[in-house]
């Protein structure tokens, strides 16, 4: 074989496990009862779960604990996910800017015992376009 043959499988073998690992880093979107069976099987993979925050008849979030005076890395909420399970949510960072004004919730993390410990917090925060404004402009 000629060098540059030998090159060639090297460098193809280079990207597919490059490809190979940043596969296994990929999560999956699951429901709260998902990554509770997960755990329970053993399996401590990253998973994402969607949902909105938990609020009374006012639209106050309710349980969330936050108080940078006393730990500024700690961040707890209950979120509820689209099957409408609640779950207890920690994030061992600062609470988001915005968070209470978001409309969904996804977060990445995986559950350790009782609580989803998450790593990631994505907000999606209501648009700044109200629906009326968006017709009084389709009328001009």
Same mark, same amino acid.
């Given at each position: =074989?000629?060098?540059?043959?030998?090159?060639?499988?090297?460098?193809?073998?280079?990207?597919?496990?490059? *490809? =190979?690992?940043?596969?296994?880093?990929?999560?999956?979107?699951?429901?709260?009862?998902?990554?509770?069976?997960?755990?329970?099987?053993?399996?401590?993979?990253?998973?994402?779960?969607?949902?909105?925050?938990?609020?009374?008849?006012?639209?106050? *979030?309710?349980? =969330?604990?936050?108080?940078?005076?006393?730990?500024?890395?700690?961040?707890?909420?209950?979120?509820?996910?689209?099957?409408?399970?609640?779950?207890?949510?920690?994030?061992?960072?600062?609470?988001?800017?915005?968070?209470?004004?978001?409309?969904?919730?996804?977060?990445?993390?995986? =559950?350790?015992?009782?609580?989803?410990?998450?790593?990631?917090?994505?907000?999606?925060?209501?648009?700044?376009?109200?629906?009326?404004?968006?017709?009084?402009?389709?009328?001009?």
């Amino acid at each position: =074989m000629k060098k540059s043959h030998i090159f060639g499988i090297i460098i193809i073998g280079l990207a597919i496990m490059i *490809i =190979m690992s940043t596969a296994g880093d990929a999560s999956t979107y699951v429901t709260f009862g998902e990554a509770i069976e997960r755990a329970h099987d053993g399996d401590n993979s990253k998973v994402h779960v969607v949902g909105r925050l938990k609020k009374d008849a006012q639209g106050h *979030i309710v349980n =969330m604990q936050y108080d940078p005076l006393v730990d500024p890395n700690y961040f707890a909420f209950t979120l509820v996910d689209t099957n409408k399970v609640e779950q207890r949510v920690v994030y061992f960072n600062p609470k988001p800017q915005d968070f209470e004004r978001s409309e969904q919730v996804v977060i990445t993390g995986n =559950m350790k015992q009782d609580v989803f410990v998450a790593d990631k917090i994505l907000l999606k925060c209501p648009s700044k376009y109200v629906e009326k404004d968006i017709n009084k402009t389709a009328s001009l």
